[in-house]
């Protein structure tokens, strides 16, 4: 059964303080990990998506790697408008209509 | 998150009511997936349609739900006699074509049974 587990459940971060957030999965096939970000009261929005092991993507502050069993959304030098949850879904084979998702890390950045 | 439509945005219902969710995709877009967001919990996956097709609803509950994407007009999430258990935030999210394209949320209607 395909599973997502993302760390910490929240990070908080003083403004400029880099850091990782966590998602370890098990999939029986990936097609794809996927990275999004939710803000209170709206949808995930899309940042990036890993298709195999050692793959990297950036975007502005955001870095996505993917390993075998885990993927990691490096933040360098946050600041307070990255504040939002951040979630990892993934696509495998026995589910390939539909993401599953993991429950997000919930991170702050404090100014 | 511009694109993806979804009305309304805030839902009441009294319970045994239906609620009806709609949702209209991004332009070009003719793939449409259904997710339930409970407090606290990840987004799961209900139901995943093309025009006039239900492609994959094992997601979804076999009672009381369904869903439709006409050949005109947005797709439909309906409940019929809502329980307390069927408040949640229920996100539509379209792609252009099946498989690993990324999804694109709209969002969400939050429904509230009263």
């Known amino acids: 059964e395909d599973q997502v587990t993302q760390s910490p459940e929240a990070l908080r971060l003083q403004e400029g303080e880099s850091s990782s957030l966590n998602c370890s999965y098990t999939?029986?096939?990936?097609?794809?990990l996927f990275w999004y970000r939710q803000d209170p009261g709206k949808g995930p929005e899309f940042l990036f998506t890993?298709?195999?092991a050692g793959e990297e993507k950036e975007k502005e502050r955001l870095k996505a790697t993917l390993t075998k069993k885990e993927s990691f959304l490096h933040i360098t030098a946050p600041k307070p408008e990255d504040s939002a949850t951040y979630l990892c879904?993934?696509?495998?084979?026995?589910?390939?209509?539909?993401?599953?998702f993991g429950t997000g890390t919930r991170l702050t950045v404090i100014p | 998150n511009a694109g993806v439509m979804q009305n309304p945005r805030h839902l009441v219902r009294r319970r045994g009511q239906e609620a009806r969710l709609r949702c209209s995709p991004m332009?070009?877009?003719?793939?449409v997936y259904w997710y339930r967001q409970l407090p606290e919990e990840g987004l799961k996956f209900m139901v995943y349609?093309?025009?006039?097709?239900?492609?994959?609803e094992s997601g979804m509950p076999k009672e009381r739900f369904s869903a439709e994407f006409p050949k005109e007009g947005p797709s439909i999430l309906r409940i019929q006699q809502v329980v307390r258990g069927d408040s949640a935030a229920y996100f539509c999210?379209?792609?252009?074509?099946?498989?690993?394209?990324?999804?694109?949320f709209g969002n969400g209607t939050r429904l509230t049974v009263t």
């Open positions: 879904a993934l696509e495998g084979e026995t589910g390939a209509n539909n993401l599953f």
């Open positions: 332009k070009g877009h003719s793939h």
């Open positions: 349609l093309q025009k006039e097709n239900i492609i994959d």
């Open positions: 890993l298709y195999s």
């Open positions: 999210a379209s792609s252009p074509a099946r498989g690993n394209s990324p999804l694109h």
């Open positions: 999939v029986s096939g990936l097609r794809g």
